[in-house]
């Protein structure tokens, strides 16, 4: 993690390379994600840093009532700050920086681990975020970002599929990291071949080029991609800080995250797998086809904003 604000306080726009891949610079000039709510499902968060102020809502769901959140923060942070960072021209810019940003703490370095109860309480979490954003009566996305041990899809795990598709039904879109073990990612930890759930399935591209990166799991069942080089995706980290460090699908699934955002402020009432749809046919192929197009922002919410 690097200290202090980017190198030389470049703007958001010259380092953050993904903007242009993604032609998000002009897909801004449309939307910013106003209006709509994305909630990061993650490990841990610094709630209090200058990139969300004003936006962000925080719940713990592993210590319920404790108001801060507990653990290894860095995860929470950089993908919060794909998704949202503000765009005010200093450090970084998230893809959606109007949203409003909901950080749910569902995973903690400092727990034991028991993969039971994490799937249960990923499972109630969905379902706690719909019926909140029901509750809100606000369109929204739920960024899941966590995977298996062996860094393959979480929606492999049947309770987490069932809630991840009542979400898509209820129209909140979900977005689900493709995982980072370079293999068909419609295999399950077992190498078994599994169906997955209604959600979007994220890969990651390299630096530049529509490439999938050494480590993201692909295949046809990766929906789209999105940039997610993990040694130049510059993102938020504890303490007001910013890193290159981040990428792999967990940076690349936070992005279309905020360009799902983008979509659903132009047309709030778009479907969630219209929203999908959407985020599919407007992209870019990916050579051979390996995984699913690498999202197009600008293209998104233009073809949104042709919709009667």
């Given at each position: 993690t690097l200290s202090g604000v980017p190198p030389t306080g470049a703007p958001a726009t010259e380092i953050q390379w993904f903007h242009r891949r993604c032609g998000i610079l002009n897909a801004w000039k449309v939307a910013t994600g106003a209006g709509v709510i994305v909630v990061d499902l993650d490990w841990g968060f610094d709630v209090d840093h200058p990139e969300f102020v004003r936006r962000l809502s925080f719940k713990n769901i592993i210590a319920?009532?404790?108001?801060?959140?507990?653990?290894?923060?860095?995860?929470?942070?950089?993908?919060?700050?794909?998704?949202?960072a503000a765009h005010d021209g200093s450090g970084t810019a998230g893809f959606a920086p109007a949203a409003t940003l909901w950080a749910w703490q569902v995973a903690s370095t400092t727990l034991p681990e028991d993969p039971q109860r994490q799937a249960s309480l990923l499972a109630m979490a969905i379902d706690d975020a719909v019926n909140a954003l029901r509750a809100a009566r606000t369109r929204g996305i739920i960024n899941i970002e966590m995977e298996t041990a062996c860094s393959r899809r979480i929606d492999q795990v049947l309770?987490?599929?069932?809630?991840?598709?009542?979400?898509?039904?209820a129209d909140v879109v979900v977005c689900v990291p493709a995982g980072n073990d370079s293999c068909d990612a419609s295999l399950n930890d077992f190498g078994q071949r599994f169906?997955?759930?209604?959600?979007?399935?994220?890969?990651?591209?390299?630096?530049?080029?529509?490439?999938?990166?050494?480590?993201?799991?692909?295949?046809s069942s990766v929906t789209v991609s999105a940039p997610g080089d993990e040694n130049d995706d510059y993102t938020t980290m504890p303490l007001g800080n910013y890193s290159p460090y981040y990428g792999g699908t967990s940076g690349a699934c936070a992005k279309v995250a905020g360009a799902a955002a983008l979509v659903l402020e132009v047309k709030s009432l778009m479907t969630a797998a219209d929203v999908k749809k959407i985020l599919v046919?407007?992209?870019?192929?990916?050579?051979?086809?390996?995984?699913?197009?690498?999202?197009?922002?600008?293209?998104?919410?233009?073809?949104?904003?042709?919709?009667?």
């Open positions: 319920p009532g404790q108001n801060n959140s507990i653990g290894d923060l860095s995860h929470g942070t950089g993908a919060l700050g794909h998704i949202g309770i987490i599929k069932d809630a991840v598709n009542r979400a898509m039904q169906i997955g759930s209604d959600s979007i399935v994220v890969g990651a591209t390299v630096e530049y080029i529509d490439k999938r990166t050494t480590t993201s799991n692909h295949g046919a407007t992209g870019a192929d990916i050579p051979y086809k390996v995984m699913g197009p690498r999202i197009d922002c600008e293209a998104a919410v233009n073809a949104a904003a042709a919709l009667p």
